[in-house]
């Protein structure tokens, strides 16, 4: 059966802008932190399994390589945050105009980054050995 | 021209299912994980230190356990929503589609039940 033509999803055809680079990261940000609840689960059970577990846990979450995926989680977590805040605002209809759109986005790209280097000097200095 | 009418065409076709569910059941759990995200890293960073102790303390107090569950749950759950659309967008064939989809939504129980019993497990006192 042939397939009947449908229409495109905007992303096939449009323009590269930073719209699109805003919305792409999206969802790699969240495709991301998808992987990382993974991890959130491996710690929460070894945690629950005994000291044992926990140690070997987070030797692993403490290695520089897992260092390095955690630390992309949490700008993951920061952007996917503070932009589905943003898409929050789109949906209740604010925020469209492009002047604001464009400012928003800029916020959101920098403060991503500025929050996760604070929370993560933060965690590092008071959770210990996440880091 | 057709005899069908307009509405008969499009019926089963593109999202006219349960789309509008997902969508909204998508911006609650945003709002839910807004808040239950921020939760968690300030806890996370208000413990004293990452020793077993302190984070089974943590997660022993009663608003502590239930907003863990609630975290590993929601979160589970907008996981699930939102890797849907993107499997929806990025995988052609039908077959394939469907098999991504069941995987990711069964990776994604155990691992919610996983983290939520885990909770359960240290909320009720796990062994030391």
Redesign the interface.
């Known amino acids: 059966m042939a397939q ?1 033509e ?1 229409p495109l ?1 905007p ?1 096939m055809h449009y323009r590269w802008q930073y719209t699109n680079t805003l919305s792409i990261l999206h ?1 790699i940000t ?2 991301l ?2 992987a990382c ?2 991890l ?2 491996y710690w ?2 070894a ?5 044992d577990s ?2 070997g846990a ?1 030797r692993c979450l403490g290695s520089p390589v897992t260092q390095v995926v955690l630390f992309g989680g949490l700008l993951a ?1 920061c952007y996917h ?1 503070l932009n ?2 943003r898409h ?1 605002f789109f ?1 209740a209809g604010r925020g469209f105009e492009l002047a604001t759109a464009r400012k928003s986005g800029w916020a959101v790209a920098i403060g991503a980054v500025a929050i996760a280097l604070i ?1 993560w000097a ?2 590092q200095s ?5 880091a | 021209m057709s005899l069908r009418s307009p509405l008969g065409r499009v019926l089963g076709l593109g999202s006219a299912k349960g789309g509008s569910s997902h969508w909204y059941a998508q911006r609650v759990t945003a709002v839910a994980l807004v808040l239950l995200g921020l939760w968690f890293f300030v806890s996370l960073a208000s413990l004293e230190g990452s020793g077993l102790d302190a984070v089974r303390a943590w997660l022993s107090s009663p608003v502590s356990s239930v907003l863990a569950v609630l975290f590993v749950a929601v979160a589970a759950y907008h996981a699930n929503l939102g890797l849907r659309v993107v499997v929806e967008d990025y995988v052609a064939s039908k077959g394939t589609r469907v098999a991504v989809l069941v995987a990711v939504k069964f990776a994604l129980v155990v691992a919610a039940l996983v983290g939520v019993l885990s909770v359960l497990r240290i909320a009720f006192g796990a062994p030391a």
């Open positions: 009947p449908r999803s992303f969802r969240g495709v932190l998808s609840f993974f959130l689960v929460l059970a945690a629950a399994s005994g000291p926990y140690a987070m977590f945050l589905g805040v929050l949906d929370a933060v965690l008071h959770f210990g050995a996440l």
